[in-house]
């Protein structure tokens, strides 16, 4: 089945959401998007209790996998209509995921962000049974990268359908 057709106001919508949400992201001191890593923290909460089904280690992980997991079912489901719009929409929730991990991974560390219900600090149990706790910046730095190459590639992907 092909894609669904886009056109130059798809992508210049699309683009101008994209921009909103760098803006969002780049003017909130802490990086934080209101509305958008609102629900992400949701989708990360909801992924503790879901992943730990499978035992403690995957409770842990939940969080971070729960943030990542249910963009991607969304993006599987749109990608099986081939619609396309939604799927770069999907893809662009997706890798913006990625700079709330980073803010996190970042926080190994200095502990420093508020946690929902004042828990324990996912990434410094994470990072402490990697033995990888002192490099939790660079791996914050690598998942900023990934998600800004993410977005970039989603929005070059969607500028191509759109020729």
């Known amino acids: 089945m092909p894609w669904k057709p886009v056109n130059a106001s798809h992508f210049i919508t699309?683009?101008?959401?994209?921009?909103?949400?760098?803006?969002?992201?780049?003017?909130?001191?802490?990086?934080?998007?209101?509305?958008?890593?609102?629900?992400?923290l949701l989708f990360h909460e909801a992924g503790h209790p879901i992943f730990g089904i499978f035992g403690e280690t995957m409770g842990?992980?939940?969080?971070?996998?729960?943030?990542?997991?249910?963009?991607?079912?969304?993006?599987?489901?749109?990608?099986?209509?081939?619609?396309?719009?939604?799927?770069?929409?999907?893809?662009?929730?997706?890798?913006?995921?990625?700079?709330?991990?980073?803010?996190?991974?970042a926080d190994a560390r200095a502990q420093q962000l508020p946690l929902v219900g004042g828990g324990e600090h996912d990434w410094w149990n994470i990072l402490s049974r990697w033995g990888m706790l002192e490099h939790d910046i660079g791996i914050a730095l690598t998942l900023t990268c990934i998600g800004a190459l993410g977005i970039a590639l989603t929005w070059v992907w969607l500028g191509w359908r759109c020729l």
């Open 14 to 40: 699309f683009s101008a959401l994209v921009g909103i949400i760098l803006i969002a992201e780049l003017r909130s001191p802490p990086g934080w998007v209101p509305l958008l890593d609102g629900a992400n």
């Open 60 to 105: 842990l992980y939940g969080g971070t996998l729960g943030q990542l997991a249910f963009p991607l079912v969304v993006i599987v489901e749109f990608w099986r209509q081939r619609a396309t719009l939604s799927f770069a929409v999907g893809g662009l929730w997706l890798f913006e995921n990625f700079f709330n991990i980073a803010r996190y991974a």
